[in-house]
């Protein structure tokens, strides 16, 4: 069951008895990429910024947290949390799942129901890489030892391992990865329960070793967070491609990107990354070349 969920919920943050296999056999990231995985270590991470640190186009804003747009045939209108309002002829909506199955942003009017259905009909995965820190090291190291998994008869229980030797050397710490269900279940107890849970098993994993407290632990809570509601989109099983063609349909003037609106890539940032391209060059059709050929009609539409 660990190597199970290896092979699964570690790369699509749901058990096979939900994913389809749609998209997922064979893996259109790994088939057109390869099947090397890699830890990135890069502190630079994604830059908005030029080398002084200043925004480069004055039009980003920042910190400003949508929560209403109302559309019509003429334009569209952006109410912030902040009592600011934007109007443009078009607007691209590119929050997660996640937040769109929440009430964070409230469309006027309301989204069609055929909209709606699909929104719901895709999954938002919960996927935690927690990281912990020891004062010292006693977990095996070298080449093809940078994994260790462990086999609890509770599926997904702190299975996946790894150690950070290569890339932070003498940093003595160790990252577990769990999903879904114990995703959520460890976002709603204390960092130091889950620190309790982690050492315990970790003593199960080296009975013959000291394994110390842990000193220090970092736990993301994606699930938890409103600007997120999960960590990236899975295909259920049910769903085919005429429903992701709705999920990345306009409504009117709105129209919509994310990883979870990537024909190939979703619950990847290069698929995020393309799909913003993609929703672009359909929203430029329409708005300039007048070609708005993009639509889905629900399944049950005259």
Same mark, same amino acid.
């Given at each position: ?163 950070? *030797?290569?890339?932070?050397?003498? /940093?003595? =710490?160790?990252? %577990?990865?769990? $999903?879904? !269900? ?60 005429? *429903?992701?063609?709705?999920?990345? /349909?306009? =409504?009117?003037? %709105?129209?919509? $990107?994310? !990883? ?43």
């Amino acid at each position: 069951m660990a190597v199970d969920y290896y092979k699964y919920d570690y790369e699509f943050a749901e058990p096979p008895r939900v994913t389809s296999l749609q998209n997922t056999v064979p893996l259109p990231t790994f088939k057109d990429f390869g099947d090397d995985v890699y830890f990135v270590a890069d502190q630079r991470g994604y830059e908005l910024t030029n080398k002084s640190g200043k925004i480069v186009d004055p039009r980003l804003k920042l910190n400003k947290v949508v929560r209403e747009i109302s559309y019509s045939p003429s334009g569209v209108t952006v109410k912030t949390e902040d009592n600011w309002v934007y109007r443009a002829d078009y607007v691209m909506v590119s929050a997660s799942l996640g937040v769109l199955q929440s009430d964070l942003i409230q469309f006027k009017p309301q989204l069609p129901s055929w909209k709606i259905v699909v929104i719901y009909q895709f999954d938002m995965a919960v996927y935690t890489k927690i990281f912990v820190k020891f004062p010292k090291k006693f977990w095996p190291e070298g080449k093809g030892r940078e994994f260790l998994l462990y086999a609890s008869s509770r599926r997904g229980y702190y299975a996946v391992w790894q150690e950070f *030797e290569k890339q932070y050397p003498d /940093a003595n =710490v160790l990252l %577990v990865t769990v $999903t879904d !269900e114990e995703s959520r279940r460890i976002e709603q107890q204390s960092d130091n329960q889950t620190k309790g849970e982690i050492v315990e098993v970790l003593r199960k994993m080296f009975p013959g070793e000291d394994v110390p407290d842990a000193t220090d632990i970092l736990i993301p809570r994606w699930w938890s967070d409103r600007f997120y509601r999960g960590t990236f989109s899975n295909w259920p099983i049910g769903v085919n491609r005429y *429903e992701y063609d709705q999920l990345r /349909a306009p =409504v009117g003037r %709105v129209y919509f $990107t994310g !990883e979870h609106t990537s024909e190939h890539y979703n619950g990847y940032v290069h698929g995020a990354y393309i799909a913003g391209i993609d929703s672009a060059e359909i929203l430029i059709n329409c708005a300039q070349k007048k070609m708005c050929k993009y639509h889905v009609p629900g399944k049950y539409d005259d």
